[in-house]
């Protein structure tokens, strides 16, 4: 049974290209339990897979053209040549960037495309921190290797396909969670994921237990700016400190540097050493069920982010010691994702759930007097194909 999202794609297949896709793939955007800006220190990240999907479906042509439609985007097309540079689609269809940049880093893998036409639709919220841009990204490279037929590039390798495509084609200097946990997501888990070697440790997210993710209705302004400069100030601190990456230091040896940084870039890199070392202990507790300890971890990780890594707003803050107070001590809450606006996630048992949304619904508004989004989720498997 097709879900009504996989039937927009295949619908908007048949109306673009008159005839029957081959495969339709999808891959999930992700929410993050804990472990924030980790990433691209080489550390530990902690998210989940959720239910909200990019559905592709793809058939073969022979000339060396891609054709896409975006059914999201009132079906608009692109329409480009398969060659050793893909040319940029430009900020007039900045979706079409992502499955431009995904296509030319899977040809440069040596997958042996010789054209094929895309259908896109998707259900990730956009602009809220959920990852669909590397849900796009990672459905586009699943979507090639399942025409092929081919078993190669694997999850890991998918995701870190993906995340070229992120950072070379489209120009956004982001880690590897995002791709990672949309590669290799696991039904009813949260992923420990060591973003040095890419190994995974699944930890249960047992049916009692609620993910909740709720949208601050927050716009997310000068993200990617914040973002960079976050990525250069561990820079600076893991040079000081001697290490390649902020991973490799302790917080001994960040308190005896003390004299050698700026105020702020200790704190920079005090949130991502206490981060790791949090994301670690929230890997034992969800292992174990031990929901106060890990609502006191992502306490503590809300803190940290709000002040050594700010990349929290008042309204976020707010918003979180809302969620903390409902959920009580029997799970926690954090803001999730990138910063600057977006989404918080709650853990929670599930019999709960119904009441802490209905206390959040009540109690906050965004600084636009917008109410929130509440979502309870569930994990999901990463990417893969679908049956037709
Ligand atoms: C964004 C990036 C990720 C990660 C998070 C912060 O989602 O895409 O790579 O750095 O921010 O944890």
Same mark, same amino acid.
């Given at each position: 049974?097709?879900?009504?999202?996989?039937?927009?794609?295949?619908? =908007? %297949?048949?109306?673009?290209?008159?005839?029957?896709?081959?495969?339709?793939?999808?891959?999930?955007?992700?929410?993050?339990?804990?472990?924030?800006?980790?990433? %691209?220190?080489?550390?530990?990240?902690?998210?989940?897979?959720?239910?909200?999907?990019?559905?592709?479906?793809?058939?073969?042509?022979?000339?060396?053209?891609?054709?896409?439609?975006?059914?999201?985007?009132?079906?608009?097309?692109?329409?480009?040549?398969?060659?050793?540079?893909?040319?940029?689609?430009?900020?007039? =269809?900045?979706?079409?960037?992502?499955?431009?940049?995904?296509?030319?880093?899977?040809?440069?893998?040596?997958?042996?495309?010789?054209?094929?036409?895309?259908?896109?639709?998707?259900?990730?919220?956009?602009?809220?921190?959920?990852?669909?841009?590397?849900?796009?990204?990672?459905?586009?490279?699943?979507?090639?290797?399942?025409?092929?037929?081919?078993?190669?590039?694997?999850?890991?390798?998918?995701?870190?396909?993906?995340?070229?495509?992120?950072?070379?084609?489209?120009?956004?200097?982001?880690?590897?969670?995002?791709?990672?946990?949309?590669?290799?997501?696991?039904?009813?888990?949260?992923?420990?994921?060591?973003?040095?070697?890419?190994?995974?440790?699944?930890?249960?997210?047992?049916?009692?237990?609620?993910?909740?993710?709720?949208? =601050?209705?927050?716009?997310?302004?000068?993200?990617?700016?914040?973002?960079?400069?976050?990525?250069?100030?561990?820079?600076?601190?893991?040079?000081?400190?001697?290490? =390649?990456?902020?991973?490799?230091?302790?917080?001994?040896?960040?308190?005896?540097?003390?004299?050698?940084?700026?105020?702020?870039?200790?704190?920079?890199?005090?949130?991502?050493?206490?981060?790791?070392?949090?994301?670690?202990?929230?890997?034992?507790?969800?292992?174990?069920?031990?929901?106060?300890?890990?609502?006191?971890?992502?306490?503590?990780?809300?803190?940290?982010?709000?002040?050594?890594?700010?990349?929290?707003?008042?309204?976020?803050?707010?918003?979180?010691?809302?969620?903390?107070?409902?959920?009580?001590?029997?799970?926690?809450?954090?803001?999730?994702?990138?910063?600057?606006?977006?989404?918080?996630?709650?853990?929670?048992?599930?019999?709960?759930?119904?009441?802490?949304?209905?206390?959040?619904?009540?109690?906050?508004?965004?600084?636009?007097?917008?109410?929130?989004?509440?979502?309870?989720?569930?994990?999901?498997?990463?990417?893969?194909?679908?049956?037709?």
């Amino acid at each position: 049974m097709s879900t009504p999202l996989q039937q927009r794609a295949l619908a =908007s %297949y048949f109306g673009a290209f008159d005839s029957a896709p081959q495969v339709l793939v999808q891959a999930p955007g992700r929410v993050n339990l804990i472990g924030e800006h980790t990433d %691209y220190n080489d550390g530990f990240v902690l998210p989940c897979a959720i239910d909200f999907h990019t559905v592709i479906a793809i058939g073969p042509r022979t000339d060396g053209r891609v054709r896409v439609v975006a059914a999201d985007f009132g079906h608009a097309l692109d329409d480009f040549a398969l060659g050793d540079t893909i040319a940029h689609a430009g900020p007039r =269809s900045a979706w079409a960037d992502y499955v431009r940049g995904a296509v030319q880093m899977g040809l440069r893998e040596g997958l042996p495309l010789r054209g094929a036409n895309l259908a896109i639709a998707g259900d990730v919220p956009q602009g809220a921190g959920l990852s669909s841009s590397a849900a796009l990204e990672v459905a586009v490279l699943q979507a090639l290797k399942s025409l092929l037929g081919t078993t190669a590039p694997a999850p890991a390798r998918m995701a870190q396909l993906a995340q070229a495509a992120e950072n070379d084609f489209v120009g956004c200097r982001c880690g590897i969670m995002d791709q990672m946990i949309s590669a290799c997501g696991q039904a009813g888990h949260a992923l420990l994921i060591d973003c040095r070697s890419l190994q995974t440790q699944a930890a249960p997210l047992p049916d009692d237990l609620a993910v909740m993710i709720v949208h =601050s209705r927050v716009r997310r302004g000068l993200v990617d700016s914040a973002y960079n400069e976050r990525r250069r100030q561990c820079e600076q601190a893991a040079r000081v400190l001697g290490v =390649s990456h902020l991973r490799d230091a302790t917080l001994a040896q960040l308190l005896a540097a003390h004299g050698q940084l700026d105020d702020t870039v200790f704190r920079r890199a005090r949130h991502i050493i206490t981060e790791n070392a949090r994301t670690l202990a929230a890997h034992q507790a969800l292992t174990r069920g031990d929901l106060p300890e890990m609502g006191r971890l992502m306490a503590a990780s809300h803190a940290s982010m709000r002040d050594d890594f700010e990349i929290t707003v008042p309204a976020i803050d707010a918003l979180v010691a809302l969620m903390q107070q409902a959920i009580g001590a029997d799970g926690g809450a954090r803001m999730t994702g990138g910063g600057f606006g977006g989404c918080c996630v709650g853990l929670l048992r599930e019999d709960q759930a119904e009441r802490v949304a209905a206390a959040i619904e009540s109690g906050y508004r965004s600084p636009d007097g917008e109410p929130p989004h509440v979502w309870i989720t569930r994990a999901v498997d990463g990417a893969g194909p679908l049956s037709l």
